[in-house]
């Protein structure tokens, strides 16, 4: 980190895959954090374990939609900063069923955002100076690239899930509370984070357990999507630096700079799985890859230009790739149990084809 960081922060979602890593490394930090999150099937107090005796730890089970709860707790624990990562975020779950999807990261943006305003609006001068609310949120409220090309801060919004228009909304939201309402706010967009504790009904984590139980795997049309992949922690440390040293009102699109597409993404898994868990009888892992009819919608490919963070907040990540995605498969063949505690199965059913099926 660098620049002025507070003392003390506001983490909504931080029982989630992306807001318990920014926990866990905001203890280690020494700042005070006060993790706040309604604990849906996603968020999990597991994750973070190894920080819940710290003194600087606090957690606050409330929905971001109860403005008096949120209010409340603004007023204990008088933060400096607030980092908003409480949302729906599994696509395939937007298109079965898209209503929490818009209460969550829609009206409960509106309403955090309106409990953020009064509690800003109060604070002394020094403090209110040094407020900031960062809203972090995803690359594909861009929609789709073709082949060529990256997405800049200034590409045109073309959402095309429900998930991806909701958070759309919200980006939309807290630029209108800045614009509008002068509230200090900082917002992120980043391509798909991997690594240990993400729920198990991702890509990755769906590839490795469904592996290791010698299920199918599955993979939409015939892989050919292309996602950027950047590793959490990575993330994290992105984040700490937008929110010390990245300007007011500006976004900033972070990025491993790691494009693959789907299917080798999956095979580069199998390749790594076979090397430490072999399969019985010199059989391969991606034996077990099934092809199976597309998401709907489906975007093409997405990728970042992350230059801005790079030249203006000198942030680049500190991971290698392949070493990271290792170390990603190797925590999950280590933390079994953690698995089977966060899901209960349903991460190896497919969905997103729910309303399509007659």
């Known amino acids: ?62 929905d971001i939609l109860d403005h008096l709860a949120i209010e409340k707790i603004l007023a204990k624990y008088s933060p400096g900063a607030i980092f ?103 917002i992120t967009n980043c391509s798909n984070n991997f690594g240990p504790y993400q729920f198990p009904e991702k890509l990755i984590p769906v590839v490795i357990l469904n592996a290791i139980h010698e299920k199918p795997i599955p993979v939409y049309g015939r892989g050919e999507n292309v996602r950027d992949w950047l590793y959490v922690d990575d993330h994290v440390s992105a984040l700490l630096q937008v929110l ?29 799985l076979d090397e430490i868990k072999p399969r019985a009888k010199q059989k391969k892992y991606s034996e077990l890859i099934q092809f199976v009819s597309d998401r709907p919608a489906h975007d093409w490919r997405y990728a970042i230009d992350p230059s801005k963070m790079e030249k203006e907040l000198g942030w680049k990540p500190a991971e290698n790739f392949e070493k990271s995605l290792r170390k990603t498969v190797s925590w999950y063949l280590e933390n079994l149990n953690w698995c089977e505690r966060v899901a209960s199965g349903m991460y190896r059913k497919r969905q997103g084809l729910a309303r399509f099926v007659s």
């Open 1 to 62: 980190m660098s620049g002025a960081f507070p003392a003390t922060v506001v983490v909504t979602g931080g029982a989630g895959f992306i807001g318990s890593a920014l926990v866990r490394r905001l203890i280690r930090e020494k700042v005070r954090v006060i993790n706040v999150d309604k604990l849906t099937y996603a968020g999990n107090l597991d994750s973070l374990s190894s920080v819940e005796s710290s003194s600087n730890y606090h957690f606050e089970q409330a």
């Open 84 to 186: 908003h990562l409480a949302a729906e975020s599994h696509v395939d779950r937007s298109i079965d069923s898209a209503e929490d999807f818009i209460q969550t990261n829609i009206v409960g943006t509106y309403r955090l955002l309106e409990s953020t305003l009064r509690y800003w609006q109060s604070l002394a001068k020094e403090a209110k100076e040094g407020f900031r609310f960062l809203h972090v949120s995803t690359d594909e409220v861009f929609g789709s690239l073709g082949p060529k090309g990256f997405f800049t801060e200034t590409t045109p919004y073309q959402p095309h899930s429900p998930y991806s228009a909701s958070k759309a909304a919200s980006d939309h939201l807290v630029r209108a509370w800045s614009d509008t309402f002068k509230l200090p706010v900082l």
């Open 244 to 272: 010390s040293s990245g300007r007011l009102g500006e976004t900033y699109l972070i990025s491993g700079r790691s494009e693959k597409n789907n299917v080798s993404m999956v095979n580069l898994i199998c390749e790594i």
